[in-house]
Protein backbone atom coordinates (compact mmCIF):
# COMPACT_ATOMS: atom_id res chain seq x y z
CA UNK A 1 0.00 0.00 0.00
CA UNK A 2 1.38 3.49 -0.90
CA UNK A 3 2.27 6.04 1.85
CA UNK A 4 -1.22 7.61 3.10
CA UNK A 5 -1.51 11.72 3.52
CA UNK A 6 -4.92 11.34 5.52
CA UNK A 7 -4.87 12.70 8.68
CA UNK A 8 -1.09 13.09 9.15
CA UNK A 9 -0.64 14.95 6.22
CA UNK A 10 1.52 17.75 6.71
CA UNK A 11 3.95 15.44 8.50
CA UNK A 12 4.56 13.08 5.88
CA UNK A 13 4.82 15.47 2.80
CA UNK A 14 7.10 17.65 4.33
CA UNK A 15 9.91 14.95 4.27
CA UNK A 16 8.91 13.55 1.02
CA UNK A 17 9.33 17.45 -0.63
CA UNK A 18 12.90 17.95 1.03
CA UNK A 19 13.66 14.87 -0.38
CA UNK A 20 12.77 15.54 -3.65
CA UNK A 21 14.37 18.52 -3.23
CA UNK A 22 17.98 17.17 -2.27
CA UNK A 23 17.82 15.05 -4.90
CA UNK A 24 16.73 17.44 -7.81
CA UNK A 25 19.79 19.85 -6.11
CA UNK A 26 22.25 16.47 -6.00
CA UNK A 27 21.43 15.62 -9.93
CA UNK A 28 22.07 19.20 -10.54
CA UNK A 29 25.30 19.71 -8.52
CA UNK A 30 26.52 16.03 -10.21
CA UNK A 31 25.74 17.66 -13.60
CA UNK A 32 27.15 20.86 -13.23
CA UNK A 33 30.47 18.79 -11.85
CA UNK A 34 30.39 16.98 -15.32
CA UNK A 35 29.96 19.92 -17.50
CA UNK A 36 32.41 22.15 -15.39
CA UNK A 37 34.93 19.51 -13.64
CA UNK A 38 35.80 20.90 -10.25
CA UNK A 39 39.48 19.40 -10.53
CA UNK A 40 41.93 21.04 -13.32
CA UNK A 41 42.72 18.57 -16.06
CA UNK A 42 46.63 18.95 -16.11
CA UNK A 43 47.36 19.70 -12.36
CA UNK A 44 44.49 18.48 -10.61
CA UNK A 45 43.74 21.58 -8.46
CA UNK A 46 41.24 23.03 -8.03
CA UNK A 47 39.31 25.52 -10.47
CA UNK A 48 36.69 28.05 -10.86
CA UNK A 49 33.96 26.54 -13.03
CA UNK A 50 33.65 29.01 -15.73
CA UNK A 51 37.36 28.56 -16.91
CA UNK A 52 36.44 25.05 -18.04
CA UNK A 53 38.08 22.68 -16.53
CA UNK A 54 41.54 24.28 -16.29
CA UNK A 55 42.62 26.72 -13.69
CA UNK A 56 44.05 29.94 -13.97
CA UNK A 57 47.59 28.83 -13.49
CA UNK A 58 47.63 26.23 -16.10
CA UNK A 59 46.02 28.32 -18.36
CA UNK A 60 48.10 31.56 -17.97
CA UNK A 61 51.43 29.54 -18.14
CA UNK A 62 50.47 27.92 -21.21
CA UNK A 63 49.07 30.44 -23.15
CA UNK A 64 51.54 33.66 -21.69
CA UNK A 65 52.98 35.51 -24.47
CA UNK A 66 55.95 33.23 -26.83
CA UNK A 67 59.04 34.67 -26.43
CA UNK A 68 60.52 36.49 -29.37
CA UNK A 69 63.23 33.58 -30.60
CA UNK A 70 63.83 33.28 -33.85
CA UNK A 71 60.79 31.35 -35.72
CA UNK A 72 60.43 30.42 -39.65
CA UNK A 73 57.86 33.61 -40.46
CA UNK A 74 55.50 31.42 -42.70
CA UNK A 75 55.64 28.08 -40.60
CA UNK A 76 56.82 29.67 -37.14
CA UNK A 77 59.62 26.59 -36.86
CA UNK A 78 62.02 27.71 -34.25
CA UNK A 79 65.03 28.41 -35.42
CA UNK A 80 68.69 28.44 -34.54
CA UNK A 81 69.58 31.79 -33.46
CA UNK A 82 72.52 31.71 -35.39
CA UNK A 83 71.25 30.98 -38.96
CA UNK A 84 70.16 34.20 -39.74
CA UNK A 85 67.76 33.21 -41.88
CA UNK A 86 63.57 34.30 -41.55
CA UNK A 87 62.53 31.56 -43.10
CA UNK A 88 63.14 27.50 -42.53
CA UNK A 89 64.79 25.41 -45.28
CA UNK A 90 61.61 23.49 -46.50
CA UNK A 91 59.55 27.00 -46.51
CA UNK A 92 62.43 28.37 -48.57
CA UNK A 93 62.58 25.36 -51.52
CA UNK A 94 58.51 24.66 -51.11
CA UNK A 95 56.60 27.55 -49.87
CA UNK A 96 53.35 26.99 -47.98
CA UNK A 97 49.88 28.35 -49.57
CA UNK A 98 49.63 30.24 -46.25
CA UNK A 99 51.44 33.70 -45.87
CA UNK A 100 51.81 32.86 -42.16
CA UNK A 101 51.29 30.90 -39.11
CA UNK A 102 51.01 32.23 -35.73
CA UNK A 103 50.47 29.62 -32.61
CA UNK A 104 50.44 30.57 -28.49
CA UNK A 105 53.36 28.44 -28.06
CA UNK A 106 55.46 25.56 -28.15
CA UNK A 107 53.71 21.95 -28.15
CA UNK A 108 55.36 21.15 -24.62
CA UNK A 109 55.09 21.46 -20.67
CA UNK A 110 51.19 22.67 -19.95
CA UNK A 111 50.28 23.61 -23.13
CA UNK A 112 50.60 20.42 -24.68
CA UNK A 113 48.89 19.39 -22.09
CA UNK A 114 45.66 21.79 -22.41
CA UNK A 115 46.00 21.15 -26.09
CA UNK A 116 45.50 17.11 -25.35
CA UNK A 117 42.63 17.04 -22.68
CA UNK A 118 41.13 19.75 -25.21
CA UNK A 119 41.65 17.05 -27.89
CA UNK A 120 41.31 13.69 -26.63
CA UNK A 121 40.15 14.18 -23.28
CA UNK A 122 36.18 15.65 -23.73
CA UNK A 123 37.12 18.86 -22.98
CA UNK A 124 35.43 20.48 -25.76
CA UNK A 125 34.42 23.64 -23.10
CA UNK A 126 38.19 24.59 -23.07
CA UNK A 127 37.07 26.02 -26.89
CA UNK A 128 36.03 29.41 -25.37
CA UNK A 129 39.57 30.23 -23.07
CA UNK A 130 41.41 29.02 -26.54
CA UNK A 131 39.94 30.57 -29.13
CA UNK A 132 39.87 33.83 -26.70
CA UNK A 133 43.87 33.20 -26.94
CA UNK A 134 43.70 32.54 -30.68
CA UNK A 135 41.74 35.84 -31.64
CA UNK A 136 44.40 37.48 -29.58
CA UNK A 137 47.01 36.53 -31.94
CA UNK A 138 45.52 38.73 -34.65
CA UNK A 139 47.35 42.11 -34.96
CA UNK A 140 44.68 44.95 -34.57
CA UNK A 141 44.50 47.57 -37.20
CA UNK A 142 46.82 50.56 -35.86
CA UNK A 143 44.98 53.80 -35.22
CA UNK A 144 43.29 56.14 -38.73
CA UNK A 145 43.70 52.41 -40.76
CA UNK A 146 40.80 51.22 -42.61
CA UNK A 147 39.85 47.37 -40.72
CA UNK A 148 40.68 45.02 -43.53
CA UNK A 149 37.41 43.77 -45.47
CA UNK A 150 35.95 40.64 -47.08
CA UNK A 151 37.76 38.45 -43.76
CA UNK A 152 36.21 35.02 -42.86
CA UNK A 153 37.82 32.71 -40.30
CA UNK A 154 38.21 29.10 -41.04
CA UNK A 155 38.77 25.68 -39.53
CA UNK A 156 41.12 23.03 -40.88
CA UNK A 157 38.26 20.37 -40.19
CA UNK A 158 39.37 17.00 -38.86
CA UNK A 159 37.73 13.70 -40.72
CA UNK A 160 34.18 12.29 -40.12
CA UNK A 161 35.48 9.24 -38.34
CA UNK A 162 37.54 11.50 -35.96
CA UNK A 163 34.53 13.20 -35.22
CA UNK A 164 32.49 10.82 -34.29
CA UNK A 165 34.18 9.37 -31.52
CA UNK A 166 34.59 12.56 -30.12
CA UNK A 167 31.84 13.94 -30.70
CA UNK A 168 32.78 17.24 -31.67
CA UNK A 169 35.39 18.76 -33.81
CA UNK A 170 37.92 20.36 -32.28
CA UNK A 171 38.93 22.77 -34.61
CA UNK A 172 35.72 23.89 -35.52
CA UNK A 173 34.69 24.59 -31.89
CA UNK A 174 38.37 26.82 -31.50
CA UNK A 175 37.30 28.67 -35.00
CA UNK A 176 33.65 29.73 -34.06
CA UNK A 177 35.04 30.75 -31.03
CA UNK A 178 38.10 33.01 -32.86
CA UNK A 179 35.37 34.73 -35.21
CA UNK A 180 32.97 35.05 -32.42
CA UNK A 181 36.01 37.19 -30.43
CA UNK A 182 37.14 39.25 -33.56
CA UNK A 183 33.85 39.87 -34.78
CA UNK A 184 34.41 37.93 -37.93
CA UNK A 185 32.34 35.39 -39.73
CA UNK A 186 33.01 31.83 -39.07
CA UNK A 187 32.76 30.04 -42.76
CA UNK A 188 33.03 25.91 -42.84
CA UNK A 189 34.60 26.24 -46.21
CA UNK A 190 36.51 22.58 -46.51
CA UNK A 191 35.24 19.50 -46.69
CA UNK A 192 37.57 16.44 -45.54
CA UNK A 193 38.07 13.16 -47.44
CA UNK A 194 37.62 10.02 -45.32
CA UNK A 195 39.76 7.04 -45.01
CA UNK A 196 43.51 7.06 -44.03
CA UNK A 197 44.61 6.52 -40.66
CA UNK A 198 44.23 9.48 -38.24
CA UNK A 199 47.83 11.40 -38.45
CA UNK A 200 49.56 11.32 -34.80
CA UNK A 201 49.82 7.49 -35.72
CA UNK A 202 51.87 8.19 -38.51
CA UNK A 203 55.39 9.55 -39.39
CA UNK A 204 56.28 13.00 -41.57
CA UNK A 205 56.59 10.88 -44.38
CA UNK A 206 53.48 9.04 -44.37
CA UNK A 207 51.37 12.26 -43.01
CA UNK A 208 51.83 13.98 -46.39
CA UNK A 209 50.96 10.79 -48.54
CA UNK A 210 47.64 10.27 -45.91
CA UNK A 211 44.24 9.92 -48.37
CA UNK A 212 42.35 12.25 -45.92
CA UNK A 213 44.34 15.22 -46.61
CA UNK A 214 42.07 15.86 -49.35
CA UNK A 215 40.13 18.71 -49.25
CA UNK A 216 37.61 20.63 -51.28
CA UNK A 217 36.06 23.80 -50.98
CA UNK A 218 32.14 24.18 -50.85
CA UNK A 219 30.50 26.19 -53.66
CA UNK A 220 29.41 29.10 -51.34
CA UNK A 221 33.17 29.70 -50.94
CA UNK A 222 34.12 29.69 -54.61
CA UNK A 223 31.66 32.11 -55.04
CA UNK A 224 32.27 34.83 -52.49
CA UNK A 225 36.18 34.49 -52.87
CA UNK A 226 37.04 36.26 -49.68
CA UNK A 227 40.17 38.51 -49.79
CA UNK A 228 41.77 36.80 -46.40
CA UNK A 229 40.78 33.82 -44.33
CA UNK A 230 42.04 32.91 -41.06
CA UNK A 231 42.87 29.00 -41.15
CA UNK A 232 42.62 27.72 -37.49
CA UNK A 233 43.94 24.48 -36.49
CA UNK A 234 45.26 23.05 -33.16
CA UNK A 235 48.29 21.83 -33.69
CA UNK A 236 50.97 22.53 -36.39
CA UNK A 237 53.95 19.32 -36.80
CA UNK A 238 54.86 18.38 -40.28
CA UNK A 239 52.22 21.26 -42.27
CA UNK A 240 50.91 19.07 -44.03
CA UNK A 241 47.35 19.09 -43.03
CA UNK A 242 47.24 23.14 -43.38
CA UNK A 243 49.61 23.30 -46.70
CA UNK A 244 46.78 21.03 -48.29
CA UNK A 245 43.79 23.11 -47.07
CA UNK A 246 45.42 26.18 -47.62
CA UNK A 247 46.31 25.19 -50.95
CA UNK A 248 42.44 24.51 -51.22
CA UNK A 249 41.22 27.54 -49.94
CA UNK A 250 43.88 30.05 -52.31
CA UNK A 251 42.96 27.36 -55.45
CA UNK A 252 39.11 28.05 -54.93
CA UNK A 253 39.90 32.26 -54.60
CA UNK A 254 41.23 33.62 -51.51
CA UNK A 255 43.47 36.34 -51.64
CA UNK A 256 45.63 35.60 -48.80
CA UNK A 257 45.49 32.56 -46.06
CA UNK A 258 47.15 33.03 -42.34
CA UNK A 259 47.34 30.51 -40.19
CA UNK A 260 46.03 30.27 -36.07
CA UNK A 261 47.41 27.69 -34.62
CA UNK A 262 46.95 26.49 -30.43
CA UNK A 263 50.64 24.90 -30.70
CA UNK A 264 53.89 24.49 -32.77
CA UNK A 265 56.05 21.01 -32.39
CA UNK A 266 59.27 22.55 -32.20
CA UNK A 267 60.87 19.21 -32.88
CA UNK A 268 62.58 18.28 -36.21
CA UNK A 269 60.11 17.38 -38.41
CA UNK A 270 61.17 13.89 -38.83
CA UNK A 271 60.38 13.34 -35.26
CA UNK A 272 58.38 9.80 -34.55
CA UNK A 273 55.14 10.40 -34.27
CA UNK A 274 53.46 11.63 -30.93
CA UNK A 275 50.20 12.04 -28.26
CA UNK A 276 48.19 14.44 -29.83
CA UNK A 277 49.50 15.74 -32.81
CA UNK A 278 47.54 15.70 -36.06
CA UNK A 279 49.72 17.89 -38.69
Not at 195 to 208: I, V, W
Not at 237 to 261: P, W
Not at 266 to 276: E, I, K, T
Request: with cysteine; proline share 9%; net charge positive.
Amino acid sequence: MGPSFAGGAAGTAEPAARNTSNGVKGAVSALVSWVFPSRCATCDSHVVPLRAGVCETCLGEACLPAPRDPACSRCALPLDAGDGTSTCQECATAPPAFATARALGPYAGRLRKIVQVYKFKGYDILAQPLGERLAGLVPRPRAGDEPPEDVVVVPAPSTRERNAERGYDPSVLLAQETARRLSLPMVRALARASGGPAQETLDSRARRANPSLRFATIRDFRKSRPNRVLLVDDVLTTGATLRAAARALVDAGAARVDVLILARTPAPRSRAPQDGVTE
